[in-house]
């Protein structure tokens, strides 16, 4: 079983910068793809970013350029940097883990609590 708590959420001004922590625990996460998404109240859960055990980044077409998701296999912990946001970036972001590097929610097999992100105008 993988326990996943993310943090780093909270209230930014548009253009501000945030850095999102998932850090794992129950087993290594090292063999695992690493997955960011995020759910604004009203919509569906939105694929953001995942990245591959060795590292491999893929992501959404909206958030490439600027978000940045890298891990740590050391620390069991894998990162959403976040820079120039926007208003439209306000959601709830939830860090998930899966043996495959996929992009679907539904193939994510352990989810956090997920951590508030509040982008002012």
């Known amino acids: 079983q993988v326990q996943l708590v993310e943090s780093g959420g909270g209230l930014v001004q548009a253009g501000g910068s945030l850095r999102l922590s998932c850090a794992a625990s129950?087993?290594?996460?090292?063999?695992?793809?690493m997955g960011w998404f995020r759910q604004a109240p009203g919509k569906e859960r939105e694929f953001v970013a995942t990245?591959?055990?060795?590292?491999?980044?893929f992501y959404a077409g909206s958030m490439k350029g600027r978000f940045t998701i890298s891990r740590d296999n050391a620390k069991n912990t894998v990162y959403l940097q976040m820079n120039s946001l926007k208003p439209e970036d306000t959601a709830v972001y939830y860090c998930?883990?899966?043996?495959?590097?996929?992009?679907?929610?539904?193939?994510?097999?352990?989810w956090g609590q997920g951590t508030q992100v509040t982008v002012s105008s």
């Open positions: 998930a883990a899966s043996r495959n590097l996929v992009t679907g929610p539904n193939r994510y097999d352990y």
């Open positions: 129950g087993r290594t996460v090292s063999n695992y793809a």
């Open positions: 990245i591959a055990w060795n590292g491999t980044p």
